[in-house]
């Protein structure tokens, strides 16, 4: 079997570009935005559980349902509304099928940016800290690195019969001092990727103390 072939990346040292290699391509993206030593050890990449699509496709394939039905029902009764002449009954029958169509397309490409962006979010846990590339949007994204040693305690919320039953939820981060809590939604399997970190702290605090 032939050796994987690793390109190295610009402004990355050969071991953070081996690292960032097995990581998924949205992970490899976020991956260039975070502080990373060769010292560090990846232990964990989580993304968004892929029901939180869910959410965001179903109510667009129900509006844009809507849009259609309303415009082609318009279109078809068009010749009851006192217009002048057939012609002009015509005309204004295209124009609200186009105007019908055009919406639903704008609609759908919200839909598809709002898909993109949600699953270009992620969640590192290396050894030595968590740090997190959120998107809020195509062209804006916030990037926030918190230290494993400052956690003092990680809380999973699950809410409703949904998150138990594909086992997603809510991470909690609470850090020492005056941070704000670190909150991440739709987390796959929340209570072992909280281990996890735990794990890491308890680590970090015997390596390192307090």
Do not use: W
Request: glycine content about 6%.
């Amino acid at each position: 079997m032939n050796p994987k072939t690793i390109k190295y990346a610009r402004g990355m040292t050969p071991y953070k570009t081996q690292v960032c290699a097995n990581l998924s391509p949205s992970g490899q993206r976020g991956f260039r935005y975070i502080e990373f030593d060769d010292k560090e050890q990846m232990v964990a990449e989580m993304h968004k559980h892929p029901i939180g699509l869910v959410f965001i496709i179903v109510p667009a394939i129900l509006i844009i349902v809507i849009i259609l039905s309303m415009s082609f029902a318009l279109a078809a009764n068009i010749h009851r509304i006192d217009l002048a002449g057939v012609a002009r009954a015509t005309t204004v029958r295209v124009a609200v099928l186009a105007l019908g169509i055009i919406l639903s397309i704008f609609i759908a490409i919200v839909s598809a940016i709002g898909v993109i962006v949600y699953r270009s979010s992620v969640v590192f846990l290396t050894n030595e800290k968590i740090a997190e590339v959120l998107y809020t949007s195509l062209f804006n994204r916030k990037t926030i690195q918190l230290g494993i040693g400052r956690v003092e305690d990680v809380t999973v919320l699950q809410k409703g019969i949904l998150p138990r039953m594909f086992d997603f939820g809510t991470l909690i981060v609470e850090t020492a001092g005056e941070t704000e809590l670190l909150k991440f939604p739709y987390i796959p399997k929340p209570s072992q990727n909280s281990q996890m970190i735990i794990k890491c702290h308890e680590d970090s605090i015997k390596q390192y103390g307090n």
